[in-house]
């Protein structure tokens, strides 16, 4: 598997889409600026690349479909209330390139295979340590003349879940334990890019960064729920 280039969302309010509660009373009044900001981070770092948009729920998911039309992104959205010959049909046109992004909500976390898409959009957050790896497992593969994935998570689950390529514990406990664990991670100021926090020099953008003492960014966010 590819290690991927790994971008966390920049200081924006993410309150709306905190918790698995809050993903059930998604309020598209709520999101605008969060919504915005999606886009906006797909444009700066995967740009004209394939994609596949994880969301909240149907409405987070079609609320970003649109946005990324009305940018002139050919993008589409898939629930699982979309008829069968129609999901086949955009999927058939996203293997061919003719769709540049798929979004949706629970149907692309597993069991789908498309080895050239270079960029996920992580916009749900997730207590699961093993639904954070189904998602971005999908934008792992290899695939000729692609480079490092990118992974552009926009609720922070890279703080909570760490690196996909990492040493886990998958005993019963592991999913909220690990989550709660300090990741040792921490954010590149300028471009916003994940490394480990004892790192001098951010590898993508070159700027020099700061050690400080590792400590958890979570360890007291009561709000996840499994």
């Known amino acids: 598997l590819l290690d991927p280039k790994m971008f ?13 509660e809050a993903i059930q009373d998604y ?7 969060l919504n915005a900001k999606t886009i906006q981070s797909y444009f700066k770092y ?13 409405a987070h998911s079609m609320e ?3 946005r990324f039309c009305s940018f002139g992104i050919n993008a589409v959205h898939i629930d699982g209330d979309t008829p069968q010959d129609l999901r086949d049909e955009y999927i058939a046109k996203f293997r061919a390139g003719e769709i540049k992004g798929l979004c949706n909500c629970q149907i692309f976390t597993e069991g789908f295979d498309v080895p ?5 959009i992580i ?22 003349g692609k480079g490092s994935p990118i992974i ?16 886990r514990d998958w005993g019963w406990d592991s999913n909220r334990k690990q989550a709660t664990q300090s990741r040792g991670l921490k954010t590149c ?5 994940m490394l480990p926090i004892n790192k001098v020099e951010c590898p993508d953008c070159k700027t020099e960064l700061v050690v400080k003492q590792e400590r958890s960014v979570i360890e007291n966010d009561k709000n996840l729920a499994e």
């Open 8 to 20: 966390m969302r920049e200081d924006w309010d993410t309150r709306e889409l905190k918790t698995e």
């Open 27 to 33: 309020q598209k009044k709520n999101a605008t600026e």
């Open 46 to 58: 995967g740009f004209g690349k394939k994609f596949i948009f994880f969301g909240v729920n149907t």
């Open 64 to 66: 970003i479909a649109e």
């Open 116 to 120: 050239d898409v270079e960029v996920g």
């Open 123 to 144: 916009g749900r957050p997730t207590y699961s340590q093993s639904l954070y790896l189904q998602m971005i497992g999908r934008f792992l593969r290899p695939f000729e």
């Open 152 to 167: 552009i998570d926009q609720t922070d689950n890279i703080l909570r879940h760490g690196f996909p390529q990492e040493e």
């Open 189 to 193: 100021p300028k471009c916003f890019y």
